[in-house]
């Protein structure tokens, strides 16, 4: 799976005050853990030096699970969204708040976004083609990080990576630039009208690799609910990449709403 980190991860704004120690404790981490995810390091900045507003990956060593951002002073629901290149609803939906104009300082939210530790000779632009995610949008999620900057990565400095989404419908499984084989395990959350998600797989080529079928989520709108599927092969692919399409159809006309593509390889 290249080199995707499954490991728990945080995502943590600091605040005066913090040291890395102090992160560390809180998050079941260490500090040489922080420090190599965040290139805290010459020429970045001096070894371990942090200062308040950085922007910090924190991988916890005891976990795991998706990625967690940690709420902090003046945030809003939108205004996260709008960082990790999603939507209010989604977000709000798979945290279930009851008042998603109510959140407060500390308050652990999952994000969809999953964590890409560089690799020697990356690039971002070959990073960028190989998830199918633009570089602007990966950007704007890893602004205020102190190891970030467009021009030059560093290896081992965990990249977040937002994953794509549609304003009802997240697929956590499987996720983008990763292999997909023959009853491939799919898992997400959607806010779906009588819980009806479909998929398919297609290739390059426009290939159906997969047809269309459907799954049930665990509850249907306006909550999201969890749903769980497979992808059996219905036909060899014809080319090494692909896409996996999530989905609702419209209950008026049929047509596609709500459509996630996700960059696979065969």
Do not use: C
């Amino acid at each position: 799976m290249l080199a995707i980190v499954f490991k728990k991860n945080y995502i943590y704004t600091v605040r005066a005050g913090d040291t890395l120690y102090s992160i560390a404790h809180r998050f079941g981490s260490t500090i040489e853990a922080i420090e190599r995810a965040n290139h805290l390091f010459e020429p970045v900045t001096d070894p371990g030096l942090i200062f308040p507003g950085d922007v910090l990956v924190v991988p916890s060593l005891l976990e795991t699970g998706k990625v967690t951002y940690i709420v902090k002073s003046g945030d809003t629901v939108s205004g996260i969204a709008s960082r990790f290149s999603t939507f209010s609803d989604l977000v709000s939906g798979i945290n279930n708040l009851e008042n998603p104009n109510l959140i407060f300082v500390n308050q652990r939210l999952i994000v969809p976004v999953f964590i890409y530790k560089i690799q020697p000779g990356d690039t971002l632009s070959a990073i960028s083609r190989r998830f199918g995610i633009s570089l602007s949008n990966i950007t704007k999620v890893n602004q205020g990080r102190p190891g970030y900057q467009e021009s030059v990565i560093w290896p081992e400095f965990h990249l977040i990576l937002p994953l794509p989404t549609s304003l009802n419908i997240v697929v956590w499984t499987p996720l983008p630039g990763t292999r997909v084989v023959n009853r491939q395990r799919i898992e997400g959350q959607a806010r779906a009208f009588e819980a009806n998600v479909l998929h398919q797989l297609r290739d390059t080529n426009g290939a159906i690799v997969s047809n269309e079928r459907f799954t049930t989520a665990d509850e249907g709108a306006p909550e999201y609910g969890n749903f769980n599927s497979t992808l059996p092969f219905d036909r060899t692919p014809t080319s090494n990449t692909g896409e996996l399409w999530v989905y609702t159809r419209s209950a008026k006309d049929g047509s596609i709403q709500d459509l996630v593509k996700i960059k696979i390889y065969f």
